[in-house]
């Protein structure tokens, strides 16, 4: 089994802002897949189940507010017993440009406070991650929180349709091929 967990925040207020990539990720999994169960509580987290490509997966989003996401990904991963070679994370990451993608595993946390508090929980990095690039703020002077907690602007939520596919592609590849032959593919394209 394979939990995919999507960071963002929760309510209405967030719902289309660069820091939410996570849970806009996790949203176009589930509905490109037959199988999902309908989104539920439980683990401090927004959870659906099913299977992707005959594998069992559990889809996540924590409830916690992004900077508290360790401890619900640390209660997902016990309860259904999962091995945390088989999480994968999705996060937004400033440093890609909009729509590149990035697999990592056993990295810091690069100021991200989300990834920061799982590293804490977990008590480790040794984790895969799917960075979702949102690319830097448009002015050097403009705080990076306010632009990560601001709304994609219409350009941007105009492209996102297309960019969450390949998102799904590569969270699909992660789950039938493993890290190593994903990261292959996905962090070779433009």
Do not use: W
């Not at 999480?87 to 920061?116: C, M, P, S, T």
């Amino acid at each position: 089994m394979h939990l995919i967990v999507g960071l963002g925040n929760y309510g209405t207020k967030y719902k289309l802002t660069r820091h939410n990539i996570g849970f806009l990720t996790i949203d176009a999994l589930a509905e490109t897949t037959d199988t999902m169960t309908s989104f539920s509580k439980g683990q401090k987290a927004l959870v659906a189940k099913g299977t992707i490509a005959g594998a069992r997966v559990v889809l996540a989003k924590p409830q916690t507010y992004m900077n508290l996401s360790g401890s619900s990904v640390k209660e997902l991963l016990s309860y259904y017993k999962i091995p945390i070679s088989q999480l994968l994370v999705i996060q937004d990451e400033i440093e890609l440009e909009f729509g590149r993608l990035k697999v990592q595993k056993a990295r810091g946390h690069a100021g991200h406070n989300g990834i920061r508090d799982i590293h804490k929980e977990l008590n480790t990095n040794e984790y895969s991650r799917l960075k979702f690039g949102v690319s830097r703020p448009p002015h050097p002077k403009m705080n990076v929180a306010d632009y990560l907690l601001s709304d994609f602007n219409k350009d941007e939520q105009s492209q996102l349709v297309d960019l969450l596919g390949p998102a799904c592609e590569c969270i699909e590849s992660f789950i039938t091929n493993g890290f190593d032959k994903t990261a292959n593919q996905f962090n070779q394209r433009k």
